[in-house]
């Protein structure tokens, strides 16, 4: 019985994570030549959310946080699955700093200097497209405000 329902919690759980996530806004974003394409989690349950319980992430897909003034912007990885590496960003886009970060942990991965985006993408994606700190990303002003 005992494993049973924790089949039923999992699906129920899954069931509310796609949900939320099929909620959350898209955006087509420019970095370093490359086109990527995030959820923009603008508000507090999304980013709560974030990418947790993903067993993947498509190649060049992200997720985006979006908070309505700069701020000391810290990030973990409990319940999420995958490697992820995340750029901080200021109000304009330009990178301040990018952080690995390894799956289900609760170690905190903070920007350097106040931030006003976090973007997730699969871990190594910005080195592997010669990304780098003082970098912009490009369509950061067409993001949806934070709810």
């Known amino acids: 019985m005992a494993t049973m329902t924790r089949v039923w919690l999992a699906a129920l759980a899954a069931g509310w994570m796609n949900a939320a996530s099929a909620q959350m ?13 995030v959820e923009v989690a ?7 959310l974030g ?10 897909h992200g ?3 979006v908070h309505p003034e700069d701020t000391r912007l810290c990030m973990w990885m409990k319940n999420t699955l995958i490697p992820l590496s995340v750029a901080f960003l200021d109000g304009e886009g330009r990178i301040l700093n990018i952080e690995d970060m390894a799956p289900q942990s609760e170690d905190s991965h903070c920007a350097l200097s ?3 985006y976090a973007l997730e ?3 190594g994606w910005f080195s ?3 990304i780098k700190t003082g970098d912009r990303v490009e369509g950061i002003k067409s993001l949806p405000a934070q709810k």
């Open 121 to 123: 993408m699969n871990k």
């Open 25 to 37: 806004p898209l955006a087509r974003l420019e970095l370093g030549g490359a086109v990527i394409d």
């Open 128 to 130: 592997t497209h010669g």
């Open 63 to 65: 997720m985006i946080f």
């Open 51 to 60: 990418l947790m319980y993903r067993s993947s992430l498509a190649s060049d």
């Open 114 to 116: 106040s931030a006003r």
């Open 42 to 48: 603008t508000s507090d349950a999304e980013q709560r």
